[in-house]
């Protein structure tokens, strides 16, 4: 097991279609296409006879064929024909890998680990769903998976990144329990005040008691949740691909139920989390940039830096060739003002 041996996404659906796509996860590059059904297929994004990508050529037949030789391979990673030895010669087995696909919530996610799934991809909340509305957010970060992860789970940040937007310094504390098991961890703020912002003026509903929880799920899952009870409750949820050590592609699906309004609603909730999601992109790319400087990490940590060393703590033992037992269930209370 290591953090290759998860669910990533690779494209959205509808990106794949006639034309093979390259994508890249951790630093593997992988070709997508479809076959003649309209299947999915992932392969290695190289060609057996001269490493040229594959991704650089076309779809034929539903097999993906190499621009330089013309070798063909099918969903299987199989060379089904090399032009140059006639059609009558059976092809020597050349073949390429072939990456686990699943094709789900209108994303195609691969698994890039050696070891054979044991589980289905991860599925996006109510996702959809009837009664709900979503829209859907790809954002490329100058920044590491974990770097994003905490990003989008440290509350702290936002009075300053995203000051007068989302949420403004508020000196009322608040009390933040949080609930971590081997593969996650939840932290739900009680008794948070609903400060002046944009989002909260326009979205969230007055004289209803919120309930704000954060959560992290390995290895690559941010979900937050504000919840106002059974007719008012948006959740944002995020999942990591990494490309590089400091780059990362972010696929965030918004979901939100506000009645029967949910599409007008939307008109005006799409551009305002384009606005903030942007301004941790260019966060975190300054803190990328002074990693660089520095030669990497050099933090310091508080009680109120939630999640952090948590989610670093479980990926690195994910990653580890000598895995320790996970710790078992724990519960914390602290408290935190924003």
């Given at each position: 097991m290591s953090l290759k041996d998860y669910w990533y996404i690779a494209a959205e659906s509808k990106d794949v279609n006639r034309n093979p796509v390259a994508a890249s996860i951790s630093g593997e590059r992988v070709v997508l296409f479809r076959t003649e059904e309209g299947q999915a297929a992932a392969l290695e994004d190289?060609?057996?006879?001269?490493?040229?990508?594959?991704?650089?050529?076309?779809?034929?037949?539903?097999?993906?064929?190499?621009?330089?030789?013309?070798?063909?391979?099918?969903?299987?990673?199989?060379?089904?024909?090399?032009?140059?030895?006639?059609?009558?010669?059976?092809?020597?087995?050349h073949g390429v890998r072939a990456y686990p696909?699943?094709?789900?919530?209108?994303?195609?996610?691969?698994?890039p680990g050696e070891s054979i799934p044991e589980n289905d991809p991860f599925e996006f909340p109510h996702c959809s769903e009837q009664g709900w509305t979503s829209f859907r957010m790809r954002t490329r970060f100058q920044a590491s998976v974990e770097a994003c992860l905490e990003n989008f789970l440290d509350?702290?940040?936002?009075?300053?990144?995203?000051?007068?937007?989302?949420?403004n310094h508020d000196t009322r504390e608040l009390s933040a329990k949080v609930r971590s098991t081997p593969d996650s961890v939840e932290v739900e703020f009680q008794g948070e005040p609903i400060t002046t912002s944009l989002v909260s003026?326009?979205?969230f509903p007055k004289g209803r008691q919120l309930r704000h929880t954060d959560r992290f799920l390995m290895p690559?899952?941010?979900?937050?949740?504000?919840?106002?009870?059974?007719?008012?409750?948006?959740?944002?949820?995020?999942?990591?691909t990494p490309l590089a050590e400091y780059e990362t592609e972010v696929h965030t699906v918004i979901t939100y139920k506000f009645g029967r309004i949910g599409r007008v609603v939307r008109l005006l909730l799409e551009p305002i989390c384009r606005k903030i999601i942007r301004q941790d992109v260019d966060v975190l790319a300054a803190q990328t940039e002074q990693l660089r400087c520095f030669g990497g990490p050099k933090f310091s940590h508080v009680?109120?830096?939630?999640?952090?060393?948590k989610i670093h703590s479980m990926r690195r033992r994910a990653d580890s060739p000598?895995?320790?037992?996970p710790p078992s269930d724990h519960e914390s209370e602290i408290t935190i003002c924003f």
């Open positions: 190289r060609c057996s006879h001269r490493n040229m990508a594959l991704s650089l050529g076309k779809v034929d037949d539903g097999c993906v064929t190499c621009p330089y030789h013309g070798w063909k391979f099918n969903a299987v990673g199989r060379c089904v024909q090399i032009p140059s030895l006639g059609s009558c010669s059976r092809p020597p087995n696909m699943r094709e789900q919530d209108g994303y195609i996610w691969i698994y509350c702290p940040h936002t009075v300053y990144v995203h000051q007068g937007w989302f949420r003026r326009f979205f690559n899952i941010s979900r937050v949740d504000y919840d106002f009870g059974p007719d008012r409750h948006f959740i944002i949820t995020s999942q990591c009680e109120t830096d939630l999640l952090g060393l000598e895995r320790s037992q």
